[in-house]
């Protein structure tokens, strides 16, 4: 591989992680049952729905983007699960005095994550790319906040033979409540940190020489990290 192709692939890559932890971060945003005011009415807490426009990558790595619709259904406890984003979870451990400003909170649990995977015809360049099937992420999480500070770590297994790899996300973030900087507006920011194994990451961003063989893309052997 050239220096310049590299360089490119390297820069592909980034673009990916980029793109999936703004949409990470933009679900987390609009569906997050986390870091809510100790005094916030019950009923507000239990179910949400919403919608969202998210300019995507039409595949990861892509210098293309989609305008896509999303709607976003969420909710904190129906039979004792919570529903955020693509992701359903039911907490087993649930300790603490109540979140918000005076308050602390652990609770960890059995997670499942969804990936829809990615279809070679998605891009003229994923020509001679095999699809990567829909993938479920079986794991667990754990959130933890003290005061206005938070933490998610999600960790999941693919188990449905789509890209067969392991990731985990760990964040860090902090509750802004509305009147504070902006009325009527609740600002969330948080810091994610992302690792996953060779398989994961071969699958999604790598290039095997069978593939380079048949695309425009140079080989590219990726590692975990």
């Known amino acids: 591989m050239t220096r310049l192709s590299r360089k490119r692939a390297n820069a592909a890559f980034i673009l990916g992680i980029a793109m999936r932890l703004l949409t990470v971060l933009t679900l987390s945003l609009l569906a997050s049952p986390s870091l809510t005011l100790a005094n916030e009415p019950e009923d507000a807490r239990n179910l949400r729905l919403g919608g969202a426009l998210l300019s995507t990558a039409k595949y990861v790595g892509?210098?293309?983007y989609d305008l896509v619709p999303l709607p976003l259904i969420s909710f904190d406890d129906i039979g004792g699960f919570q529903l955020s984003g693509l992701a359903l979870s039911y907490p087993l451990i649930d300790l603490g005095e109540g979140q918000g400003p005076n308050g602390w909170s652990l609770t960890a649990g059995a997670r499942a994550g969804f990936d829809f995977g990615?279809?070679?015809d998605d891009s003229p360049t994923l020509n001679g790319f095999d699809d990567i099937s829909a993938s479920l992420l079986a794991g667990g999480f754990l959130r933890a906040t003290y005061g206005v500070i938070g933490?998610?770590?999600e960790v999941g297994q693919d188990v449905l033979n789509g890209h067969n790899g392991?990731?985990?996300?760990?964040s860090i973030?902090?509750?802004i409540p509305p009147g504070v900087l902006v009325d009527n507006?609740?600002?969330r920011p948080a810091l994610t940190l992302s690792w996953a194994d060779k398989n994961y990451t071969q699958a999604i961003y790598g290039v095997t020489a069978r593939q380079a063989a048949a695309s425009v893309l140079p080989q590219y052997d990726l590692g975990k990290g």
Do not use: Q
């Open 62 to 64: 892509s210098s293309d």
């Open 118 to 120: 990615r279809d070679s």
């Open 151 to 153: 933490m998610n770590v």
């Open 166 to 170: 392991f990731n985990a996300d760990i």
């Open 173 to 175: 973030g902090t509750f």
């Open 185 to 187: 507006l609740t600002i």
